[in-house]
């Protein structure tokens, strides 16, 4: 009872109103290098880094007000994937002041002004989650060295190399298993595999090598 109540809450408090996750998808450089991307996310935001998660006080670009974040670099072959979670502890605070702001004047008899407080803080509210997460994104693919809009352009390219090459699986560019019709990295199938299900045996004279053909057995001659 304890422990589920424990998830319970945890899973509470990492959900919104307390935090906004949202993650960043792109295809990587041929030079690019996963351990020098988080040192310089890192640098970037002076947090610390552990266990391949980085923890940093990000500024408000509306109020500069510093606000946590938490980031997740998970990389493939092909592409790296940084998720990030935004603490909305301040953005809370603030949004309850201006409501506070409101019912004030509105105790006053000043539905105006009551009105506009409480519509500047949701504004504000919203405004700076919008403009944390775009800055946080741009500084990610500033470090990364790519762009918004290479990533089909960049992927296309790689993919050419890959078809001319049939060792590689064309979707992926992981290396083919040369027995198998399916990819072992993404799963895709193959129209056929790169060997015959040919298999080698030494002969136990030791005079000649056996070769095993393997086929369907045909029903309708076996009857």
């Excluded at 407080?117 to 919008?130: K, T």
């Excluded at 089909?152 to 390219?157: D, F, Q, R, Y």
């Excluded at 027995?179 to 136990?204: H, M, P, W």
Aim: with cysteine; proline share 5%.
């Amino acid at each position: 009872m304890g422990i589920g109540f424990k998830r319970l809450a945890q899973h509470i408090n990492q959900s919104f109103p307390f935090c906004y996750h949202d993650e960043l998808v792109f295809y990587k450089p041929d030079s690019f290098d996963n351990t020098l991307f988080m040192k310089q996310l890192g640098t970037k935001y002076e947090g610390t880094i552990s266990n391949e998660c980085l923890v940093a006080s990000v500024p408000n670009p509306v109020s500069k007000i510093p606000i946590k974040v938490s980031f997740r670099f998970q990389p493939d072959p092909i592409t790296g994937k940084v998720s990030f979670t935004l603490s909305l502890f301040e953005l809370n605070l603030s949004l309850i002041f201006f409501v506070a702001l409101g019912l004030f004047f509105r105790f006053y008899q000043n539905p105006l002004f009551s009105y506009l407080a409480i519509v500047s803080g949701i504004l504000f509210y919203f405004i700076s989650i919008h403009a944390s997460v775009t800055g946080i994104k741009k500084s990610i693919i500033q470090i990364s060295g790519t762009t918004f809009d290479l990533g089909e352009l960049e992927l296309w390219k790689k993919q050419q190399g890959w078809m001319k090459n049939e060792l590689l699986c064309p979707a992926c560019g992981e290396p083919k298993n040369p027995y198998s019709y399916q990819c072992v990295s993404c799963g895709i199938y193959f129209a056929k595999a790169l060997k015959d299900n040919e298999r080698v045996q030494i002969n136990t004279t030791g005079t000649e090598n056996v070769h095993y053909h393997y086929s369907k057995k045909n029903e309708k001659n076996s009857r």
